[in-house]
């Protein structure tokens, strides 16, 4: 106990281990039966659920600092964040303040959960994807090594985004004060599928069952149960019913 650092009013639960070198801040509940790594550094107001892993080297509860020129950060504080039960995280992975994960959630190692996202339960989170701040997740998606989910973005259930895959929320490029009132991240509706690489402009839906090839960038809404190919992307063919979700 000579290498942790707990604040006397964090509460955590029977049988929890905690890893060499942990700091725990004021205000942190943690259930039974956790797994703490090694150099964890868990902020002030985090709520952790039971049987929940968290590796080495990872922060939970961080707060957000606004740089002089952001345009999406407010820089305000938040609470939490709120992991439920049977939550696993990788080790260098860092979850925000406000974040909230469900359920059985999986974040591998090097993501980074940022404030006011919410992820539904059994979805995983590859190594190193980022999800920047005031996203939803939905359930039983994958996201795989380091995509890019910008902020304002929507994800619904059972959705499947390729490594490599960026979207973006700001038409304007960084230019001109118009660019505040119009920053929208993409919209992937429920089964939808995005190959490696894929780019997804501001603003876009893809479409519910709709594919997004590798390679290929959305500059407009998509259609539902249909593949997208190309620069821009067009549909081209319908997914195959066999893939599809409601026919299962």
């Known amino acids: 106990m000579d290498h942790l650092s707990i604040h006397s009013s964090a509460v955590i639960g029977q049988d929890t281990t905690l890893g060499q070198f942990v700091v725990i801040e004021e205000d942190v509940v943690i259930g039974s039966n956790c797994s703490i790594g090694h150099h964890v550094v868990i902020r002030r107001g985090s709520r952790i659920g039971n049987s929940v892993q968290i590796g080495d080297h990872s922060i939970l509860g961080q707060q957000p ?4 020129n952001s345009a999406v950060t407010s820089g305000s504080a938040h609470e939490g964040p709120f992991l439920s039960d049977r939550v696993r995280i990788g080790s260098h992975t860092v979850l925000y303040a406000g974040c909230h994960l469900s359920e059985d959630v999986f ?48 994800v619904g259930d059972r959705v499947f985004v ?29 089964g939808a599928r995005v190959g490696a690489g894929a780019v997804l402009l501001p603003g876009v839906t893809l479409a519910e069952e709709a ?3 590798a390679g290929a960038v959305l500059t407009k809404d998509g259609v539902p149960g249909q593949v997208h190919i190309g620069v821009p992307a067009k549909p081209v063919r319908p997914v195959p019913p066999e893939q599809l979700l409601s026919d299962k």
């Open 107 to 154: 974040v591998a190692d090097l993501a980074t959960v940022r404030e006011e996202v919410t992820v539904g339960t059994k979805t995983i989170i590859g190594r190193g994807v980022a999800i920047e701040n005031q996203c939803v997740i939905g359930s039983h998606c994958k996201l795989e090594t380091n995509a890019y989910i910008t902020a304002y973005s929507e």
């Open 211 to 213: 594919v997004l090839a």
């Open 65 to 68: 600092m606004k740089a002089a």
């Open 162 to 190: 390729a490594p490599g895959v960026v979207t973006s929320n700001d038409n304007f490029i960084g230019r001109t004060e118009e660019r505040f009132k119009h920053f929208k991240g993409a919209v992937l509706k429920d």
